[in-house]
């Protein structure tokens, strides 16, 4: 996977160089954990919708983007903000070899959760050792 | 800057302020070193305590004039796992973030998440009615809806203008 460094836990801004819309975006926080016969994706992206997910994978990239609805605060004052309201834009390098065709995503409380699962031949397998 | 009583002259001999003046520059200077280690909502040494460790979600608060508005991003955490309170004019959210607990034969790539309990309060700029309080959950998101208490709902006094 990436070797981006992390630095800090916070939803991080992106620069807002290559998109179209003109939104904040942010990356979201993941969790990516290995397992045997696949990688899981957990991100967090409080505000999206299920709907409002894309997931690509391409070459090798898996891309996700969650569009969110800018706040709505009309005639409404602001106290503390602490938080910025804006897409969630996220790219991996998957070096892993994937089966795109099976790939899953779910989303649930503000958590999207994807399934990629290795291809058949990347998966270990084990060799049983017969001792004589 | 901390202000200090000024104290008559003929005072300060017989009470031995004049050790007053000295004093608080050294508390202030304590308290400032104590924010700057202790303060920000990142904890000490800026980085939250391991990954079990507390967390504070973000929170967003915004009034009208009869409303009060708090929302919050908590992803991941279930409802029923939230818990909110008013006393006074303080607002508490705690809840906890869980963990999916399935730690077999796992590697993790990358562990930005955070999880544990967590705890907020927040001041809220007037009373409010307690009984109106209305809680929302929705894809991570926590909405507080609050009904400002009748007294505490501005009243517009229109000025007429007199001429002599």
Redesign the interface.
């Known amino acids: 996977?990436t070797t981006e460094a992390?630095e800090n836990?916070?939803?991080a801004e992106l620069a807002p160089t290559e998109h179209t819309r003109n939104v904040q975006h942010y990356r979201p926080?993941?969790?990516?954990?290995?397992?045997?016969s696949e990688?899981t994706v957990?991100a967090?992206?409080?505000?999206?919708?299920g709907d409002s997910i894309d997931v690509d994978f391409e070459n090798g990239m898996l891309t996700i983007h969650g569009r969110v609805n800018p706040?709505e605060?009309e005639?409404?004052?602001?106290?503390?903000?602490?938080?910025g309201v804006g897409d969630f834009y996220r790219t991996f390098q998957v070096s892993e070899k994937i089966d795109a065709g099976k790939i899953t995503a779910e989303?649930?409380?503000?958590?999207l959760t994807l399934h990629l699962p290795k291809v058949e031949g990347a998966k270990p397998r084990k060799i049983a050792v017969r001792a004589k | 800057m901390t202000l200090i009583p000024w104290r008559g002259k003929q005072h300060d001999e017989d009470t031995g302020s004049a050790l007053s003046a000295p004093l608080h520059q050294l508390r202030s200077e304590m308290d400032r070193l104590f924010d700057r280690f202790f303060g920000g909502s990142l904890g000490f040494m800026g980085e939250?305590f391991g990954r079990a460790g507390a967390?504070m979600p973000?929170?967003?608060?915004?009034?009208?004039e009869t409303?009060i508005?708090v929302r919050a991003?908590?992803?991941?955490?279930?409802?029923k796992d939230i818990d909110i309170q008013v006393s006074g004019q303080v607002l508490t959210i705690s809840g906890e973030k869980k963990e999916s607990t399935e730690s077999k034969?796992?590697?993790?790539?990358?562990?930005?998440?955070?999880f544990g309990s967590f705890r907020r309060s927040?001041q809220l700029?007037t009373s409010i009615d307690a009984e109106k309080v209305s809680a929302e959950?929705k894809?991570?998101?926590l909405l507080v809806q609050m009904k400002k208490e009748k007294g505490a709902v501005p009243k517009r006094i229109s000025v007429r203008s007199v001429k002599d």
């Open positions: 996977m992390i836990t916070e939803k926080n993941v969790d990516i954990i290995e397992r045997a990688l957990l967090d992206m409080p505000g999206a919708s706040r605060r005639g409404a004052t602001s106290l503390l903000c602490e938080y989303f649930h409380d503000g958590v | 939250p967390w973000s929170l967003d608060v915004s009034e009208t409303d508005t991003e908590v992803p991941g955490v279930d409802a034969g796992e590697n993790y790539y990358h562990a930005e998440r955070s927040v700029p959950y894809n991570g998101v």
